[in-house]
């Protein structure tokens, strides 16, 4: 069993779950090779601290938080906060609606601050209050971004043409 620290098993995990885990990284803005590295070290920040997974949740969903909260210590590291700004105007993904959108395109359309309390929210399911402690803002704030962030996304999914005729819920 993975959480006795049966490192065969653990490596099962790692396979299943690293995809999701990187997906997630991308989504809070790292770029490919900061997601791998940043999955690696909450791979094995999870696997030494095996014994405190309680089965309350997904492994899945522990170790994709494992990985948002490392990923934000390493951006608050970096001293990149103290330059975000509700000013900043995100990217025109579509200006005259002619290409589909996927969810990480719309994301992209979303100011840095705003992509990572979504991301942090329904990509690795912490509470607003947990996003509010972990990048140190205000609840009220985090609560601001993550609706005007989710409302953004709405717009912007609902407005683009789908493949097959089915719209992205967000």
Not at 26 to 44: E, N, T
Not at 135 to 164: E, M, N
Request: charged share 30%; aromatic share 4%.
């Amino acid at each position: 069993m993975a959480a006795a620290g049966g490192r065969r098993e653990f490596g099962e995990l790692v396979r299943r779950h690293a995809a999701s885990v990187r997906g997630l990284l991308r989504r809070m803005g790292a770029d490919p090779a900061l997601a791998d590295d940043v999955a690696q070290d909450a791979f094995i920040q999870a696997f030494e601290r095996c014994a405190d997974f309680r089965g309350e949740g997904t492994f899945s969903a522990w170790v994709r938080r494992i990985a948002a909260r490392l990923y934000i210590k390493r951006r608050q590291k970096e001293a990149r906060w103290t330059e975000l700004s509700e000013a900043e105007e995100p990217v025109t993904l579509m200006p005259d609606g002619a290409r589909s959108l996927d969810l990480d395109d719309a994301l992209k359309g979303l100011s840095e601050i705003e992509r990572m309390c979504v991301s942090l929210c329904h990509g690795a399911g912490l509470t607003q209050a947990e996003i509010a402690d972990a990048l140190k803002l205000p609840l009220g704030t985090v609560k601001s971004h993550v609706k005007r962030g989710l409302d953004k996304l709405r717009a912007q999914l609902a407005v683009a043409p789908t493949g097959q005729g089915r719209r992205a819920h967000v």
